[in-house]
Each structure stands twice: as structure tokens, then as C-alpha cells.
């Protein structure tokens, strides 16, 4: 007998009615687009050694979660995909650069920026074509933090229902992600 046919002995009839009404879900919402994504280089440096310059195509996930709205949105796609895309063209075709690094230091000087990694190497980059992120290291998990508490911040604010958690996950190559949550 199947584990879904079988009846518990002591199943207790006055349970059923209380899972009836007494439901606490919510809902959770999905985006995962081709569209959402960004090409950046970047490398990631410790004090005892470092990545090379190289490069991913990134690809975004997010997820939210929360109750109904009066509209029977918990949020509009549309503004997810907005704010997410923002994000997405914000780091696209750019170097990824930490400030917050303890073995790489960053100085703008002249419009460019300025790396001097521990082992000596330097890299001198356009500053337009930088991207300087509140980062220690610019690994999915980092990247996946920093857009997931930037977007929460944005999504909360046009919400139609009340938002508990915004998940972002962020992938350097297919199958291979790293996510944050944030509690809302
Ligand atoms: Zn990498």
C-alpha cells in the first residue's frame, strides 16, 4: 500500500477542520530571466594570493515571498524585473571592484582606479568602466548579498501585499549559485 493510501490509526478527526482553517502560507514569487544577468570581470584577492582578471556571465534569480495584496498581486512581476534589470545594467560589461578589500587597495585618481593587489601586481582601469561595491570579495555569495539588500530595499517600498523575504540568487556559471535572504 502506497504511503498516501495508508490512514494513521490515530488520526484524530478534529484535526482535519483545524488544517482547514487554519492556514498561514504565503505566497512566493519566481523570476528567473534570460534577460536578468550581467558579463563583468573581476578576480577575487586574499593576502596570500589572488585570482587573475577573468570574467562570468552572470545570471540573476529572485525570489520574494508574502501575503496578498487587494489587487491579487503579491508584488507586480513588472517592477521585480525593472529593479532586478536596474541592478543588472549597473554591473553589466564592468570590472567588479571591492572597496572593502584587506588586500587590495583602491584609489580614484585622474578618472581612472587605481588597484595595488598584496603581491605587488597593479591594475589601472577607466573609472567608467568600474564598478566600485561595498564588498570584501567579489564571490557570488558577496554579490548575491549586496543585490539582495539593495533590492529588498526597492521592492518593499511598491509592494501590493506585505513582503517577508526577498531571496536573490546569483549563478557564475550554469548550475553552480550562491543566494541570499533577506527577512523583510
Ligand atoms: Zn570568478
Known sequence: M???????????PD?????????SGCFTLRVAKE???????????YRSSREAL?????GLTVTIEGTLGPNGYVIDFGIVKQAAKRICDELDER????????????????GAVELTCEDGAQFV?????????P???SSVEELSRYVCERLSRELRACASGALTAVEVSVA??????ASYRVLL
Not at 95 to 110: G, H, I, Q, Y
Request: aromatic content about 4%; hydrophobic content about 35%.
Open 15 to 23: 484535526r482535519k477542520g483545524e488544517a482547514m482553517t487554519a492556514t
Open 2 to 12: 502506497g504511503l498516501r493510501g495508508g490512514k494513521s490509526e490515530h488520526e484524530n
Open 95 to 110: 570590472t567588479l571592484v571591492p572597496t572593502r578589500s584587506d588586500a587590495v587597495s583602491v584609489v580614484e585618481r585622474d
Open 35 to 45: 534577460s536578468l544577468g550581467f558579463s563583468a570581470a573581476h578576480f577575487i584577492a
Open 135 to 137: 564588498i570584501v570579495h
Open 172 to 177: 557564475e556559471a550554469p548550475g553552480q549559485a
Open 125 to 133: 582601469l577607466p573609472r567608467t568602466d568600474v564598478v566600485l561595491v
Open 54 to 58: 577573468h570574467g562570468h556571465n552572470y
